[in-house]
Nanobody, 123 residues
Framework: VQLQASGGGLVQAGGSLRLSCLVS????????VAWFRQVPGNEREGVSY?????????YYSDSVKGRFAISRDDDGNTAYLQMNSLKSEDTAVYYC????????????????WGQGTLVTVSS
């Protein structure tokens, strides 16, 4: 299973970006997907999670709730993270990750990771 994240870039505060995570080697529908982010010197933190297996459960960290939305196109094997009302503190490298079964808040439980895409929000 391989994941390829894309869509990062430079955006002004208050703007929007949509990140994509293309999954190959396995049907996305069989996998739980999550987005994490990391600032240099900090631990990788979970941002949003989505169940697989036909379940529609999602979860958002308090820092992004109401601004970010995770979605998935199982037919296109692509997961997305729509980020609105971006703030300077959202600046980070964003990673998509996947695992079998339900989603987990524990990043150690994710077996498959994308390469990361940099999001920079200017104030």
């Amino acid at each position: 299973v391989q994941l390829q994240a894309s869509g990062g870039g430079l955006v002004q505060a208050g703007g929007s970006l949509r990140l994509s995570c293309l999954v190959s080697g396995q049907k996305l529908g069989n996998l739980a997907v999550a987005w994490f982010r990391q600032v240099p010197g900090n631990e990788r933190e979970g941002v949003s999670y989505s169940s697989g297996g036909g379940r529609t459960t999602t979860y958002y960290s308090d820092s992004v709730k109401g601004r970010f939305a995770i979605s998935r196109d199982d037919d296109g094997n692509t997961a997305y993270l729509q980020m609105n009302s971006l703030k300077s503190e959202d600046t980070a490298v964003y990673y998509c990750a996947a695992r079998w079964g339900d989603y987990s808040y524990d990043r150690e439980k994710y077996r498959y990771w994308g390469q990361g895409t940099l999001v920079t929000v200017s104030s």
